[in-house]
């Protein structure tokens, strides 16, 4: 029923930016927290960056000052705008939502999953 569909990844140069958007339905958008994971080859699902339904946002450490999430509930979308982009940001990015009232950065705390959206960064 929940479907979550990420798009805006590419091939991009290191120092580039990019914008992913998530689209969401089958689901009260404006009562979930989002949020944004991240995969890299040979490595685990890393969370990146969560939105609450107060607009509350969080980082990772590695992303904070250069990852922007934001949600536009009457689009039922999150986004993550991604500036100065270096190598280690190469991965696939998923798009996840959750009922948590906490401010969830697991992966067992999301119920909701997109496909991923493949970021490659270039040199």
């Known amino acids: 029923q929940v479907q979550l569909v990420e798009s805006g990844g590419g091939l991009v140069q290191a120092g580039g930016s990019l914008r992913l958007s998530c689209a969401a339905s089958?689901?009260?958008?404006?009562?979930?927290?989002m949020g944004w994971f991240r995969q890299a080859p040979g490595k685990e699902r890393e969370f990146v960056a969560a939105?609450?339904?107060?607009?509350?946002?969080y980082y990772a450490d590695s992303v904070k000052g250069r990852f922007t999430i934001s949600r536009d509930n009457a689009k039922n979308t999150v986004y993550l705008q991604i500036y100065n982009l270096n190598s280690e940001d190469t991965a696939v990015y998923y798009c996840?939502?959750?009922?948590?009232?906490?401010?969830?950065?697991?992966?067992?705390?999301?119920?909701?999953w997109g496909q991923g959206t493949q970021v490659t960064v270039s040199s």
């Open positions: 996840a939502a959750s009922t948590s009232y906490e401010l969830p950065i697991g992966t067992r705390e999301y119920d909701g």
């Open positions: 089958g689901l009260t958008f404006s009562s979930r927290v």
């Open positions: 939105i609450t339904r107060q607009y509350s946002t």
